[in-house]
């Protein structure tokens, strides 16, 4: 699998952006996408994550409420609806995807070492 994501830029504090990542190659029905984001000086941290067959999603604190993932099947790409976007937002935003499968039905992998493959990340910057 290769991701591309796209969409980054320089956005007013309160606007909003929408991030997408498209996959090519080999892909697969029952997997995890994600976005995560590093901010200059800090460790990459999770944002979204959405599991591919269903479409659910799940959020970090940080930004529920305000971010939304979604996926298209037909365009196997998965987007990241941004709303209300803070000035702490400002990060490199990279979209991940992990193959690996789990047990538990309703559990969405956070951490990054989870996540096999990764986009080349896009810049999003909030100005205050």
């Known amino acids: 699998v290769q991701l591309q994501a796209s969409g980054g830029g320089l956005v007013q504090a309160g606007g909003s952006l929408r991030l997408s990542c498209a996959a090519s190659?080999?892909?697969?029905?029952?997997?995890?996408m994600a976005w995560f984001r590093q901010a200059p000086g800090k460790e990459r941290e999770f944002v979204a994550a959405?599991?591919?067959?269903?479409?659910?999603?799940y959020y970090a604190d940080s930004v529920k409420g305000r971010f939304t993932a979604s996926r298209d099947s037909a365009k196997n790409t998965v987007y990241l609806q941004m709303n209300s976007l803070k000035p702490d937002d400002t990060a490199v935003y990279y979209c991940?995807?992990?193959?690996?499968?789990?047990?538990?039905?309703?559990?969405?992998?956070?951490?990054?070492?989870?996540?096999?493959?990764w986009g080349q990340g896009t810049l999003v910057t909030v100005s205050s």
């Open positions: 991940a995807a992990s193959l690996r499968t789990y047990v538990i039905a309703n559990y969405y992998p956070t951490f990054a070492y989870q996540y096999d493959t």
């Open positions: 190659g080999r892909t697969f029905s029952n997997y995890h």
């Open positions: 959405i599991k591919w067959n269903v479409g659910s999603t």
